[in-house]
């Protein structure tokens, strides 16, 4: 799946582990589009590869975060069982959002065939 919004940053580390780093920052007007990448990374891992847990406990886990202009932290979270992100409601300014996802070598390996670098 190509994605638009959502540009990952892949680093890896010796032990094998993996992390992603995107950033997006849009007007309210894409807000949504935008949302529908997270869903569609989150959603592709959770069915994947389970649910999320720390390194030691599990292939991959993820932090999302939402800051609204100016420099205001908004409430985001995402649904495991509806496959839906949920966000403070009224946004009206510019909403950057930040997705990372780590895991083992074999979350790395499927996220980059799945979601692969645009040119």
């Known amino acids: 799946m ?21 950033m997006a920052s849009v007007l309210p007007d894409r807000l949504p589009a935008l949302l529908r990448e997270v869903e ?10 389970g649910p999320p847990a720390d390194a030691e406990e599990g292939e ?23 496959e839906r992100v949920s966000m403070a409601p009224g946004v009206r300014d510019r909403v950057r959002i930040t997705l990372t996802l780590g895991g083992s070598y074999a979350f790395g390996e499927a996220f ?5 670098e645009s040119d």
Do not use: K
């Open 40 to 49: 569609a990374v989150l959603g592709w891992a959770y069915r994947r590869f």
């Open 2 to 22: 190509q994605l638009a919004y959502l540009l990952f940053d892949a680093s890896d580390e010796e032990t094998g582990a993996c992390s992603f780093d995107a």
């Open 60 to 82: 991959w886990d993820f932090a999302l975060q939402a800051v609204g202009e100016p420099d205001v932290a908004l409430a985001i979270t995402y649904d495991f069982e509806s």
């Open 112 to 116: 980059r065939e799945a979601f692969p």
